[in-house]
């Protein structure tokens, strides 16, 4: 039961770095409908963006971590003006291509810049550990947990209190009745891809808290953050943090349970459960558990 | 004067007089010039090309043949799929099994892997008929990392991590592709693959031609162009789109079981996500729903990183030993890799085959530039 109780936090704190990635892509796919493959590689340079604030300038951690948010924040405005503006009207394949390929440069200025080592990235949680019951919780999940929850209580009251955010809602649903009521659909989706940049710098301090656990790949998550966004929905994030728990737990308890229960599945399944439940459940509901069906027009 | 009849002159061949015209593959006194140089090319190509120029070219055609696989599913049905490299292992492993374990021939081991690249695109192909767009995409990169599990895991067939030996024989009757010797003149084992790969590149571009001309193949562009205006027309969408499935990962499947017996060993390592990617960029930067397209992107994606790979110590900033400051050759060819897809996607969209179909355009043309 303790092990049980165990795994379920391990995955929550995973889910909520799950979530921390998923809600930067739900941003961008709210206002624009593109689904932005280098997400990972933004979340790499926020991470990395407070590890040279904090490490190499020595500002505090918390400041660090302000300048990472607005780095990162910037560089997805840029990234929208400067190449995905240029992508208007193309079909869905052409931009997730691009996207993709934007990745690949991306992560080789990361490396370029800060080299292949792993690094400290020296968030002041460091190892330590609460202990509540029977359970030991490190630090940074618990600190992960709240962000991410932070983050969609923000979202929350982005969305439903602020005028941008009743703005990026309307442009979400009706592009043209939006600009039609003199809402600016281009600062819409500059914010988008602003927030959508912010989000990801603090899923990547998260990411890359602890030990040397720095490192260029720390972008990767992304991939598995994928099935967290589907499984939600791609235009809901309250469906991003519920997706983002359920793949967390899933993994922490197959990598808990599988190897001794289900040895025949293999070693390493846990890596490929994201996989398996995605699937699962898209076959179940084509549109994710929060997200809104497509009408399709004849 | 002179100059504009021979405008006219060139355009009037070009012109269609009756149906059989319209349905003609060689059309043109050109287009059947362009043949008979590419079967010349074909036939004298490894005689003067050097061995290390043959071995990018036999793994361009390899690739070849697995994006014009992928152009019929993306290009021409207009489903994304990050899964290809799934269907190349799949190949790649049945090539390795019934070929190599089982020693059977040549012809029996590719079409056995064009069997199971068929087989496993119907069990895929369905997903498709529930999900549309980013959704298609995101759970076919699923596949692929669910795929690269089996191959790391089940041992028995796939030999796990270590990889495979793959002693698939390469003899069609007599003529033995691995030591082919004709008229006294030994070939390397690169420049007889030459000729076996590159001779199924021409098949399969000739299929898929004849293909996309058929009702199922004028099916798949409907259902492409607007899958509901198709559907109303009579074009069964779920038929339709398995079959798009089915034929794209077939030929994915002939394409890895032919890598696989070209580079003698399998790793599951290979059969990932980044193989997907690369095949996308191939028709991207080919030129997506045409058949030559896919073949150009194949020749440039495989033979950039050659290319960057032979000047290194030519292109200022790369490091070549290790220990030198500036980019790895590896860091290089990733960014570059990145960036010809950007830039092809935000400057030249139809890729490399309309490069040149405006420098066609604009001789037939001449002196009009319009």
Redesign the interface.
């Given at each position: 039961m303790n092990n049980f109780l165990q795994y379920c936090f391990g995955g929550s704190a995973l889910g909520a770095r799950y979530a921390l990635v998923a809600l930067g892509f739900v941003v961008i796919?709210r206002a624009t409908g593109v689904?932005n493959f280098a997400q990972g590689s933004i979340v790499a340079l926020g991470a990395y963006f407070t590890f040279n604030a904090h490490q190499t300038w020595g500002l505090p951690f918390v400041v660090a971590v302000g300048i990472a948010v607005l780095g990162a924040a910037a560089v997805g405005v840029l990234i929208e003006r400067f190449?995905l503006r240029?992508?208007a009207g193309?079909?869905?394949?052409?931009v997730?291509?691009?996207t993709?390929?934007?990745?690949?440069?991306i992560?080789?200025?990361v490396?370029?810049v800060w080299g292949q080592d792993a690094q400290n990235l020296g968030d002041p949680w460091g190892i330590d550990t609460v202990t509540a019951g029977e359970i030991v919780m490190a630090v940074e999940d618990l600190w992960s947990i709240g962000l991410a929850f932070a983050v969609v209580a923000a979202f929350f009251v982005f969305f439903h209190y602020s005028g941008t955010g009743l703005a990026m809602r309307a442009v979400a649903i009706d592009e043209e009745a939006a600009m039609a009521r003199g809402i600016s659909v281009r600062r819409v989706v500059a914010v988008a891809w602003g927030i959508s940049g912010a989000v990801a710098a603090i899923a990547g301090v998260t990411l890359a808290s602890g030990p040397a656990a720095l490192r260029p790949s720390v972008g990767l998550i992304a991939?598995a953050a994928?099935?967290a966004m589907?499984l939600g929905g791609?235009d809901s994030p309250f469906g991003a943090v519920v997706g983002g728990f359920i793949i967390g737990i899933t993994q922490t308890l197959t990598a808990g349970y599988q190897p001794t229960h289900a040895s025949w599945?293999?070693?390493?399944?846990q890596?490929?459960t994201?996989?398996?439940v995605?699937?699962v459940i898209?076959?179940l509901r084509?549109?994710g558990l929060f997200g809104t069906k497509?009408v399709?027009r004849? | 004067m002179t100059a504009i009849l021979r405008g006219r002159d060139s355009a009037n061949r070009a012109m269609l007089r009756d149906h059989l015209d319209t349905t003609a593959l060689w059309r043109t006194g050109w287009r059947r010039a362009g043949l008979v140089i590419g079967l010349l090319v074909y036939i004298v190509a490894p005689l003067y090309l050097s061995d290390f120029q043959l071995t990018v070219v036999d793994y361009a055609g390899i690739a070849a043949i697995g994006a014009i696989g992928l152009n019929v599913l993306t290009g021409y049905t207009g489903q994304i799929s990050l899964g290809h490299g799934f269907f190349l292992g799949a190949g790649a492993y049945t090539a390795a099994y019934v070929g190599g374990e089982l020693d059977l021939p040549l012809p029996l081991w590719l079409a056995t892997a064009a069997l199971a690249g068929a087989l496993v695109g119907a069990v895929i192909g369905p997903f498709a008929l529930r999900l549309r767009g980013s959704y298609l995409a995101i759970i076919t990169l699923g596949l692929v990392f669910i795929g690269q599990h089996v191959f790391e895991n089940w041992d028995s067939v796939t030999g796990g991590l270590n990889g495979l030996a793959v002693t698939a024989p390469v003899e069609l009757g007599p003529v033995d592709f691995a030591e082919l010797d004709v008229a006294g003149h030994a070939f390397t084992r690169n420049g007889g693959y030459f000729y076996l790969i590159w001779g199924l590149v021409a098949l399969v571009a000739l299929l898929v031609k004849n293909l996309m001309r058929s009702r199922l193949g004028r099916a798949f562009q409907a259902v492409r162009d607007r899958d509901s205006a198709a559907a109303v027309m009579g074009v069964r969408l779920a038929r339709t789109k398995v079959m798009s499935f089915v034929v794209s990962s077939s030929l994915a499947a002939v394409a890895g079981a032919l890598y696989g017996s070209y580079q003698r060993f399998v790793n599951p390592d290979e059969f990932g996500l980044f193989l997907s990617i690369r095949y996308v960029a191939m028709i991207v930067i080919g030129g997506v729903a045409t058949i030559y397209g896919p073949v150009l992107g194949a020749l440039f994606i495989t033979a950039v990183p050659h290319v960057i790979d032979a000047w290194s110590d030519r292109i200022p900033g790369v490091a070549t030993q290790p220990g030198e400051s500036g980019i790895t050759v590896f860091a290089l060819n990733q960014a570059l890799f990145g960036v010809l897809i950007v830039g092809f996607l935000l400057f030249e969209p139809r890729g490399l085959a309309a490069v040149w179909a405006r420098v066609k355009t604009y001789f037939q043309s001449w002196p009009f530039s319009y």
């Open positions: 796919h689904i190449i240029r992508m193309e079909p869905v394949f052409s997730i291509m691009l993709i390929g934007l990745l690949f440069v992560d080789q200025v490396t370029m991939l994928f099935p589907i791609l599945l293999g070693e390493d399944f890596a490929v994201p996989y398996v995605m699937i898209l076959m084509p549109y497509e399709e004849l | -």
